[in-house]
């Protein structure tokens, strides 16, 4: 287990986190890795014993690029994140959950909630790694495995933008009902780490809260190569 990350997370400022998630629907983590843990995962790329599947995006029109699923058990930095920024994020969950008039179902510690996921006969772990090259990109979509999921998850970019690839900006985009979607592109630097929404997230209207549903994708590399680190909290069947 690494100390360092350990530190970091104990040091994230959460109230700011939370408060920045209820109102925008997304929020940056500062610096989260470090450039060693960075290259340590993307220098690993190739170890073919770390994943249990490979996915090229152009054969299911998903984008252009590639994306490798971890086996089971995760890496220990991998195992420790999901751990870690799980605890905070299923706080803001039940909160949610209670706005939209649901119940608050989602369990303190990450154990509890993949418990979940196994009764539900989601057993594949789902973080992953995605590669894009220039001319790469990632379509739109929601990030869905199963009956059961978390309604958060985290990017974590790996290199740096600006210097090890352009483009290939994270695009967030929210369906308003009855209106036109609303966009956000965030460009995120080398450890930072975005939380946002998996399907949906509550928004204060003049009657109480709606619902709006968001999906993500990942703007076209124009040179360079990106790796980026997908923290998924769910399993998949």
Known sequence: MSDQLSK???????????????????AVIPALLDSGQCQKLISAYEDEALYRKTIRMERYSFGEGEYKYFSAPLPDLLQQLREGLYPELAKAANRWQERLGRDSDY?????????????????????????????????????????????????????????????????????????????????????EALVFPTQYRPVQGSRGYYRTTLRHGVSTITAGTRYSLGVIFHDAK
């Not at 970091?8 to 400022?13: C, E, G, I, P, Y």
């Not at 978390?150 to 695009?171: C, H, K, R, S």
């Open 8 to 26: 970091r997370l104990a040091h994230v400022d959460w109230l700011r986190l939370q408060e920045e998630l209820d109102e925008q629907g997304f």
């Open 107 to 191: 369990p303190e510690q990450l154990s509890g909630f993949l418990a979940q996921c196994r009764e539900q006969g989601q057993l594949q772990p789902t973080p992953l790694i995605l590669k894009y090259e220039a001319g790469g990109y990632n379509c739109l979509h929601q990030d869905l495995y199963g009956d059961v999921y978390f309604p958060f998850q985290t990017v974590i970019a790996l290199n740096q933008t600006g210097q090890d690839y352009t483009g290939g900006e994270f695009m967030l985009v929210e369906q308003r009902p009855r209106a036109q979607s609303r966009g956000h592109v965030i460009r995120l630097e080398q450890g």
